[in-house]
């Protein structure tokens, strides 16, 4: 699940806008990428698949590196966990979470920052669904006390991704300086 969660992420950055934090990242994705999976003993072709991405994500070829990613899309497909029943519940632990370890790093972003704590709920607006749920499972980096072990239990990421979907933030109609916080939240 986590070469899967790799390879949605690759795929969710590939079609953002080239930025040096996104090349940097998507370089350094491709090259964890061959050794996960070898790791999960995926077939000579797809390592060595998996391996030449590296060499035209450096070339910025961003067409081709597409067409790779989705190859391996296709045979690793990232599976979110189901949710749970229970809708208020879910966005209130969420939300709970979100103000607790979250919302110091991701609401006041450095804009300035090579890889900046992005607004958490627009992320949620911009990408195809899975690439957010791909990305909390894959971990959060803020946390560096955490080292590289996700933290959060499967229905506490379950609950992260559904309050950054359905906290309120306006998709659309989001104007430099409105504030981070969702607009007309429901509760
Ligand atoms: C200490 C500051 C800090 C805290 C606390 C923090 N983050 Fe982050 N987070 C960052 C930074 C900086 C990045 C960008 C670095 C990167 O993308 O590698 C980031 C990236 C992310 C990403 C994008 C990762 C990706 O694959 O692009 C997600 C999703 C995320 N954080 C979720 C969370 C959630 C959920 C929490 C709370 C449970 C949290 N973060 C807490 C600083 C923080």
Redesign the pocket.
Known sequence: MRVAALIA?MDADLVRPDTPGRHA?LLESASLLPIMLREIQASRDEVERARSLYRIISGRKTDKALIAVRTLAAAHPFRPFPAPAGRQRLLALGRT??AQ??A???DHSNPA?L????N?YR?ACEEAPPA?EA??F?G????AEQGHRNP?SPEEQTA?SFWYRNAGWKCHAEKPGSGHTPANRQE
């Open positions: 992420v990242r979470i979100h370890a979250c110091g790093c991701h920052a890889l900046p704590a992005e958490l992320l957010l990305r909390l894959l959060v980096k803020g946390m959060f992260l």
